[in-house]
């Protein structure tokens, strides 16, 4: 019951998501994208390997939440419109953080829905005796309205010194 609940909430939440959102916490990915912690601001990256602000169309949003569960990190990613959308894609990373950056634990590639006004993506990782981590789910995603072209977004959102034995 929780999940679906977490889901309806974070659609109907992305829906009246603003681009106004403060760029004060960007951090700097492993493979340099940026990445702006829970907000509605999104990046891509140039030819010329700088980043540059790009959002979904007006009029939709990109949501990303972690949560813990026992033992299992969960990652949701969570795209909603106003309109129909020729396609929604989506890709996933849950990270943890090491002494030496982020460690990629688990992942989702690609999930797309067609045809559609809204997306959600969900993957988990179980953190069992993995010790006391920071960890980090990181969505990506890409909106190609009809007849328009696509708009990709990126977003996290951390939780940190989880204990999970």
């Given at each position: 019951m929780r999940r679906p609940f977490l889901v309806i909430a974070m659609v109907i939440a992305s829906l009246?998501?603003?681009?106004?959102?403060?760029?004060?916490?960007?951090?700097?990915?492993?493979?340099?994208?940026?990445?702006?912690?829970?907000?509605?601001?999104?990046?891509?990256?140039?030819?010329?390997?700088?980043?540059?602000?790009?959002?979904?169309?007006?009029?939709?949003?990109?949501?990303?939440?972690?949560?813990?569960?026992?033992?299992?990190?969960?990652?949701d990613v969570i795209t909603g419109c106003n309109f129909a959308v020729a396609s929604i894609e989506h890709s996933i990373e849950i990270q943890r953080s090491r002494w030496y950056g982020w460690e990629t634990m688990a992942t989702l590639p690609s999930d797309i829905r067609f045809n559609t006004s809204s997306h959600s993506s969900f993957q988990n990782y179980n953190c069992a005796g993995t010790g006391i981590h920071d960890f980090r789910v990181i969505g990506r995603g890409q909106v190609i309205p009809y007849g328009g072209s696509p708009a990709t977004a990126a977003a996290y959102d951390q939780l940190n010194e989880q204990n999970c034995g």
């Open positions: 009246f998501a603003t681009s106004g959102a403060a760029l004060a916490s960007q951090e700097t990915a492993s493979n340099d994208e940026e990445l702006v912690y829970q907000s509605t601001f999104y990046f891509e990256q140039n030819p010329d390997g700088s980043v540059s602000p790009t959002q979904y169309p007006t009029g939709c949003g990109l949501t990303v939440l972690i949560s813990r569960v026992g033992n299992f990190i969960d990652g």
